[in-house]
């Protein structure tokens, strides 16, 4: 195993507690410990609001205009630097690793060649081993490569299969939209034509109506007059009275009933026929929405639906149901220092810089990896297990827009369309925090979490987190601004932790 030359009573004194990494502009606080100037100037912009500031080791208080340089330690820090980049020596022996053992497949000094651990062991040169591994790995880059191209006309013909369905399907959506169109335009015609029949109809009765009125109304005035004279007459004296008496009988004589009204039985007859007209046309209505289901459904019933789509049916119809996800981390979302297992179910940080593929989807500053799954709709939940593995352990997981930035330095925040609850490294055991605008929310929980279980609504817009073995509401995002982008489970993941789906 291989070690570096700087002596391990100088790394303490040269790393930061709070990033674990070489102190970076390091400066002293009131205490009298060190960190970087950006650590601990970030820790007191988080946590000045919440009270006094204290040192995160010994919980002195301290203030941020006494932060002193720290010379000595910058230089210390860069012989250290310096140190580490000459040569490897074997931890065991101290002499240079130059020798590789084929049969271990690790570096080995030429003390460690004689050992028993390593005599019977085929044993070469560093450069010949390199050129043997180049070698084997450019036959791997050689059939990936294959790979590669055998799947890109699959690829495009994928796509073109799929962008010929979708024309298929706007051609039917333009077919149906042409026959209820063409439907619509027979029935307002119809329909206009018997309302203005009947409306005719309605002028003529009341035109009918008001001369039969006027002429009954004259016949009324008309028989008046003849009552009065009649009464008058009666009065007159007897001498009077019987002057002219049968002159005036025979205007006073009863005359048969004279039918005033004109009735035409024309109107009637035509009010009979839109009787009948609206009769046959609600039978017809009945028949066409027989007929017009039937032909919707005739194509259907020639094809019995297989179950996978009767299964996709009964999901889309269950708006309700609650989908448990089995998350699938993307490795091509992975930061390179983030290690996953080969079942792409767990996830670590390691100090190792892997040297993946630059691809878009990656993620460059943040230690992040995304899930597989995408959600535009419906309810979803998943688990995922929290092994810490030392005090200052910091992770964070939730869901975040496909469209999260990958290629710039970001915060864990709602503003770039990150939904997340996690731990810091300088929070207390059984402290998390949600990653809130534009501060953070501090979470108290009784004890510390084993396992998480993340909530997505995307039609309500929720993000909720519940310890997963006491179903306890931890915190929830409520109106979550998906702005109708498809969403991913989102993990952050620090040193010290092991996160598993």
Same mark, same amino acid.
């Given at each position: 195993m291989a070690v570096s030359s700087p002596p391990e009573d100088m790394g303490e004194e040269v790393m930061c507690p709070l990033c674990m990494e070489y102190l970076e502009d390091p400066v002293?606080?009131?205490?009298?410990?060190?960190?970087?100037?950006?650590?601990?100037?970030?820790? @007191? +912009? *988080?946590?000045? &609001?919440?009270?006094? /500031?204290? !040192?995160?080791?010994?919980?002195?208080?301290?203030?941020?205009?006494?932060?002193?340089?720290?010379?000595q330690l910058v230089h210390m820090v860069a012989k250290l630097k310096f140190l580490s980049l000459n040569?490897?020596? @074997? +931890? *065991?022996?101290? &002499?240079?690793?130059? /020798?590789? !053992?084929?049969?271990?497949?690790?570096?080995?000094?030429?003390?460690?060649?004689?050992?028993?651990?390593?005599?019977?062991?085929?044993?070469?040169?560093?450069?010949?081993?390199?050129?043997?591994?180049?070698?084997?790995?450019?036959?791997?880059?050689?059939?990936?490569?294959?790979?590669?191209?055998?799947?890109?006309?699959?690829?495009?013909?994928?796509?073109?299969?799929?962008?010929?369905?979708?024309?298929?399907?706007?051609?039917?959506?333009?077919?149906?939209?042409?026959?209820?169109?063409?439907?619509?335009?027979?029935l307002e015609e119809k329909e206009d034509f018997w309302l203005a029949h009947l409306g005719d109809l309605e002028k003529e009765v009341k035109k009918k109506l008001k001369e039969n009125i006027a002429r009954i109304s004259q016949k009324v005035t008309s028989i008046s007059y003849l009552m009065r004279e009649m009464e008058e007459k009666c009065l007159q004296p007897e001498n009077e009275f019987l002057q002219n008496i049968k002159s005036t009988m025979g205007r006073f004589e009863k005359k048969p009933m004279e039918h005033v009204v004109d009735h035409t039985p024309e109107l009637d007859d035509r009010l009979q026929l839109c009787f009948q007209k609206n009769s046959a046309l609600e039978e017809a209505m009945g028949k066409f929405t027989e007929s017009l289901e039937e032909a919707l459904n005739k194509g259907a019933q020639k094809k019995t639906p297989n179950k996978a789509y009767l299964k996709m049916w009964d999901k889309v119809s269950a708006k309700q149901a609650l989908n448990k996800v089995n998350v699938i981390l993307d490795s091509s979302t992975a930061h390179p220092s983030l290690r996953l297992s080969e079942d792409l179910k767990n996830?670590?940080?390691?100090?190792?810089?892997?040297?993946?593929?630059?691809?878009?989807?990656?993620?460059?500053?943040?230690?992040?990896?995304?899930?597989?799954?995408?959600?535009?709709?419906?309810?979803?939940?998943?688990?995922?297990?929290?092994?810490?593995?030392?005090?200052?352990?910091?992770?964070?997981?939730?869901?975040?827009?496909?469209?999260?930035?990958?290629?710039?330095?970001?915060?864990?925040?709602?503003?770039?369309?990150?939904?997340?609850?996690?731990?810091?490294?300088?929070?207390?055991?059984?402290?998390?925090?949600?990653?809130?605008?534009?501060?953070?929310?501090?979470?108290?929980?009784?004890?510390?979490l084993r396992k998480i279980r993340v909530y997505l609504d995307y039609g309500e817009g929720q993000v909720g987190f519940y310890d997963a073995d006491t179903n306890e509401l931890i915190f929830t995002f409520y109106s979550a601004a998906f702005s109708g982008e498809r969403i991913c489970p989102y993990f952050w993941v620090g040193r010290g932790v092991r996160l598993k789906c």
């Open positions: 002293s606080v009131d205490c009298g410990h060190n960190f970087c100037l950006g650590c601990i100037t970030y820790f @007191c +912009e *988080k946590w000045e &609001e919440h009270g006094l /500031l204290k !040192c995160p080791l010994c919980r002195t208080p301290i203030r941020k205009e006494n932060f002193q340089p720290n010379w040569d490897k020596l @074997c +931890e *065991k022996h101290q &002499e240079k690793l130059q /020798l590789f !053992c084929k049969a271990d497949e690790e570096l080995v000094c030429q003390t460690c060649q004689r050992s028993p651990a390593h005599k019977q062991h085929p044993v070469v040169l560093l450069d010949e081993a390199a050129q043997e591994y180049k070698g084997k790995i450019e036959a791997q880059l050689k059939s990936l490569g294959k790979e590669k191209k055998m799947l890109v006309p699959q690829k495009l013909a994928e796509e073109i299969a799929s962008q010929k369905t979708l024309a298929q399907i706007e051609a039917e959506k333009a077919r149906i939209k042409s026959a209820f169109k063409q439907m619509h335009n027979v996830v670590r940080w390691e100090d190792k810089y892997q040297p993946l593929p630059d691809s878009l989807g990656r993620f460059e500053f943040l230690p992040c990896v995304l899930g597989c799954e995408k959600f535009s709709s419906g309810r979803h939940q998943w688990e995922v297990e929290v092994e810490e593995e030392e005090a200052r352990a910091t992770w964070a997981m939730g869901v975040a827009k496909e469209s999260v930035a990958r290629k710039e330095e970001i915060r864990v925040s709602v503003d770039h369309g990150i939904f997340a609850a996690g731990k810091l490294s300088v929070l207390l055991p059984c402290q998390l925090c949600a990653f809130t605008s534009p501060k953070t929310t501090p979470l108290i929980l009784r004890h510390p």
